[in-house]
């Protein structure tokens, strides 16, 4: 839906994909969508690098999420969230259902 401007396919699942899930990491991606782990850490990176993600390490894991200080933020937010519509519900049920309960924090109860 989105690869025109995106240029690539695999860019605009991962911005779904992380848009979903509010923060991801490279291998999960990689696995959701069974692409190599190379394809999705230089997309990562090179979103990054533009300003469009952020990243933080939260122990030996990179996390990425959507910059909030990123100029087109709401733009790119209504972006997707419009091609969210166009894409036919099993695909969605599959791969961009957000995660029923949250990462561990590590903190104790």
Do not use: W
Not at 14 to 29: C, D, F, K, P, V
Not at 42 to 67: D, H, T
Not at 90 to 107: M, S, V
């Amino acid at each position: 839906m989105l690869e025109p401007l995106f240029n690539s396919d695999k860019k605009e699942k991962i911005l779904l994909y992380i848009y979903t899930n509010g923060e991801s990491y490279a291998r999960e991606i990689a696995n959701k969508f069974q692409f190599y782990l190379n394809t999705v850490q230089n997309q990562l990176l090179n979103l990054e690098e533009g300003g469009v993600l952020y990243s933080k390490l939260k122990g030996k894991v990179r996390l990425f999420g959507i910059n909030p200080r990123y100029p087109f933020k709401k733009e790119l937010i209504a972006l997707l969230e419009k091609a969210l519509i166009f894409i036919p519900e099993e695909e969605k049920e599959k791969f961009y259902k957000p995660r029923l309960r949250p990462r561990r924090t590590g903190k104790p109860l």
